[in-house]
T-cell receptor, first 116, second 114 residues
Framework: GDSVTQMEGPVTLSEEAFLTINCTYT??????LFWYVQYPGEGLQLLLK?????DKGSNKGFEATYRKETTSFHLEKGSVQVSDSAVYFC???????????????FGKGTKLSVIP | DVKVTQSSRYLVKRTGEKVFLECVQD?????MFWYRQDPGLGLRLIYF???????EKGDIPEGYSVSREKKERFSLILESASTNQTSMYLC?????????????FGPGTRLTVT
C-alpha cells in the first residue's frame, strides 16, 4: 500500500537558518504530493502541492520538488522565522491506486521550533 | 475560501457517554473525512463519506460511527466513550471536481474522556 516517511523530529533551528524536512513515499499509482502545516492549537492548512514529476510547489518561502526518480518531496526554506514554528506533514493522494477512496496518506509529522 | 467548522474546540466527557462531534463545510464538497491525531502516530482516518448517506470505514473505525444526512454536515459519534478515545479529532472535506481532492481541514476538537 501507499506510505509516506518523513524525518523524525523535533527540529530546532535558529532564526534565518536553512530548513530541510525530508519526505519519501511509496505509491502504486501516480500520486499528487502535499505539504500541510499545523500551527499550535489549529487544524491543518495546505502549504504547497505538486501533482506530477518535476513539479515544484512553493508558498510563503517554502519549496518542494516532486522527484519521481528518488520518490521524494523534501520541504525547504532558505531562512526560517519564529512564526514558522509548527508541525509539518507530508502527504500523498493516489487517485489511481484502485482504492477509489480519495484518501490522503500522511507522514507522522515533523515538529519545527525556531528560536530567536 | 473554503471553511470547515467543528462544533467545539474543547470537549470533556465521561466514560460511557455518547458523544457527538459535528462538522460543517460551506463549499459544497462531496467528500468529508474524520481523522484522529495522536502524538507519534500522526493522522489516522476513522471514517469518510463521498456522498450523502454514504460512508466508508477508514483505518481505525472501531468504537465510532458516522452520519451524513446533508451534504454539508458530517457527524462523528462515539457510542460509548472510553479513555482511549481521548484525542484531537480533525474533520476535512474535498471536492471530486475542483482542486482535485485537496483536503481542507477544520480547527479540530480536543476531546478528553475521563
Amino acid at each position: 500500500g501507499d506510505s509516506v516517511t518523513q524525518m523524525e523530529g523535533p527540529v530546532t533551528l535558529s532564526e534565518e537558518a536553512f530548513l530541510t524536512i525530508n519526505c519519501t513515499y511509496t505509491a502504486t499509482g501516480y500520486p499528487s504530493l502535499f505539504w500541510y502545516v499545523q500551527y499550535p492549537g489549529e487544524g491543518l492548512q495546505l502549504l504547497l502541492k505538486a501533482t506530477k514529476a518535476d513539479d515544484k510547489g512553493s508558498n510563503k518561502g517554502f519549496e518542494a520538488t516532486y522527484r519521481k526518480e528518488t520518490t521524494s518531496f523534501h520541504l525547504e526554506k532558505g531562512s526560517v522565522q519564529v512564526s514558522d514554528s509548527a508541525v509539518y506533514f507530508c502527504a500523498l493522494l493516489d487517485l489511481y491506486s484502485g482504492a477509489g477512496s480519495y484518501q490522503l496518506t500522511f507522514g507522522k509529522g515533523t515538529k519545527l521550533s525556531v528560536i530567536p | 475560501d473554503v471553511k470547515v467548522t467543528q462544533s467545539s474546540r474543547y470537549l470533556v466527557k465521561r466514560t460511557g457517554e455518547k458523544v457527538f462531534l459535528e462538522c460543517v463545510q460551506d463549499m459544497d464538497h462531496e467528500n468529508m473525512f474524520w481523522y484522529r491525531q495522536d502524538p507519534g502516530l500522526g493522522l489516522r482516518l476513522i471514517y469518510f463519506s463521498y456522498d450523502v448517506k454514504m460512508k466508508e470505514k477508514g483505518d481505525i473505525p472501531e468504537g465510532y460511527s458516522v452520519s451524513r444526512e446533508k451534504k454539508e454536515r458530517f457527524s462523528l459519534i462515539l457510542e460509548s466513550a472510553s479513555t482511549n478515545q481521548t484525542s484531537m479529532y480533525l474533520c476535512a472535506s474535498s471536492s471530486q471536481y475542483r482542486n482535485r481532492y485537496e483536503q481542507y481541514f477544520g480547527p479540530g476538537t480536543r476531546l478528553t474522556v475521563t
